[in-house]
Every structure is written in C-alpha cells, then in structure tokens.
C-alpha cells in the first residue's frame, strides 16, 4: 500500500507537471536539467555529502520553478537520484570498530585523530545517503511541513449543499469507487498475464480492502484540486476529497478487520 501511494503521487505529480505548466521558460528549464545533470555527475565522482547535494537540488528546484514546470516534478527527480545504497557492510564497519578498540584498551587511542575520524566516516556510511534524509527530514515533514499544508488548503466551510454538489460528487466518486476498481482491475490482469502473483496470506478480498484504503485523499488530491479549480468548485472539491477519504478508511478498515485472520491472543 505505501509502494502504492509513492507511485499514485508520483503520478499525480506528472499529471501538474504536464498539465498545469504554462509560459514555459526554455532558458530556466535547461538550467534545471544541468543541475539534474550535475547531480548525476556529481554520484559517478562519489561525492557523498549531503550540503553539496542541498546546493545544487536547491538550484535546480528553483530552476525549474522559474522554468514554469512545477517545481515538485523537481524535487521527485532528485528524491529519486538519492544514492540508496551504503558504502560501509555490517562486517566492514565491525572490523573498524573492532580496530579502534584495540586500540583503546592497548592505549594507543589517545590523540589518534585518524582512529576517530575513521570511525566517524565509517558509522555514517554504513546507511545511506537516501535514509540518512529520510531519518533526518521525517520530524520536519510529519510535524511540520503537513500541518501547515493541511491548514493552508483544507479549511472550507462546510454547508450541506456542497454535500450534493456535482463536483464534490465527482471527486467522490473518484476516490471511493474509482481507487478501488483501478487497482482490483489492473491487479487481476497483471495476475492473469503472469506479470505478478499475488503476495501469500493475500485475497482478492484484502487486495480490495488495501484498494479501498488507496481511496484515502489528501495531499496530492487538494493540491490538484487548488490548481484546477477556483471559489464554489473548490470548496466543493475539499468537500468530496474530505467525505471520500473518510468513507474509503472506513470501508477499507472494515473490510481487512473482517477478511485478515485474528491472532489468538499470547498465553500469560
């Protein structure tokens, strides 16, 4: 379900990318794929630091922000260029760690620089650069970054007649029945054509209880709606968002409580 949501946003992205681009500036946009560029060069020269990374995504993104592509197709780009592999095995960082305590307890650590930096290098590069930026960015983009997201777009007032209102139907519809079907459907040919197998311990039934959780709307889907629409549509396109995601949980949750077998209960 998350593999999913990574790459519904992902496509979501693509879709303002292209569709909401206008008065393309081609200067600015090249500048943007030098800094891609750049950024690629810079991981065949194993260049590992994360500053020099920030410096030169910083440039791009605003690179493209000026270009008239929407910035985020920016920031996936570069999420998705982040080194994800490490430098430094279990074995490899046990072996220096090991070392450096020989050479403690044979008292040849004192004023051994080199011992500690190695150390040091060697404790960072046994994760990679791409989770180190998870670790670190997490705090800053659940406590932070969403709520103030969440207070700048989804605040609407609420009437009852947006309830009915064809676009908040609309969108509605295309979280809690929409989501769904996609992913039942595509699943089940991608079974059939022997593209993928279902995971074991995983029905039809819980696939659609994940597909019906997928119908959880927020982010990606009051962005567009920002982009798209404007006064009565929008409020009502919050609305649909909002009802749609509260109706998807539901139904989705109730359908894995019910479908996913109960573990007894651990004996005292």
């Known amino acids: 379900l998350l593999s999913l949501a990574i790459a519904d946003d992902i ?17 600015a946009l090249l500048l943007g794929l030098a800094g891609i560029g750049i950024v690629l060069a810079l991981q065949r020269l194993g260049v590992r630091s994360v500053a020099v990374y920030f410096v030169v995504g910083t440039f791009t993104w605003l690179e493209f ?19 994800a592999h490490r430098w430094v095995s279990d074995s490899h960082l046990t072996g ?7 050479l403690w307890q044979g008292g040849g650590w004192q004023g051994s620089r080199k011992v500690l930096s190695t150390v040091e290098t060697a404790a960072r590069e046994a994760t990679s650069p791409l989770e180190r930026l998870e670790h670190g960015l997490h705090p800053w983009s659940a406590f932070l970054i969403m709520p103030i997201f969440a207070l700048a777009n989804a605040g609407v007032e609420f009437e009852a007649s947006l309830v009915t209102d064809p676009v908040a139907v ?6 809690v ?23 074991e311990g995983v ?16 982010t990606m889907a009051l962005f567009i709606a920002g982009l798209a629409l404007d006064g009565a549509a929008l409020d009502a396109a919050k609305v649909g968002v909002l009802g749609a ?6 139904i989705g ?16």
Not at 188 to 199: D, K, S, T
Not at 245 to 250: H, K, P, Q, T
């Open 11 to 27: 496509g979501a992205i693509l879709v303002i990318a292209i569709g909401y681009t206008s008065d393309l500036n081609v200067t």
């Open 96 to 102: 220096i760690v090991e070392q450096a305590r020989s």
């Open 203 to 218: 029905s039809w039934g819980v696939l659609t209880g994940g597909g019906f959780l997928a119908g959880i709307g927020f």
């Open 177 to 199: 029945i929409g989501k769904p079907l996609g992913i039942l459907g595509f699943s089940y040919l991608a079974v059939r054509l022997g593209l993928a197998r279902l995971p």
């Open 170 to 175: 609309a969108v509605a519809a295309g979280l």
């Open 245 to 250: 995601s509260l109706a998807s949980g539901a």
């Open 253 to 268: 949750m109730a359908l894995l409580v019910v479908l996913l077998p109960h573990r007894a209960p651990a004996s005292e």
């Open 65 to 83: 922000h000026e270009s008239g592509v929407h910035a985020t197709i920016a920031g996936v780009i570069l999420g998705l260029l982040t080194p």
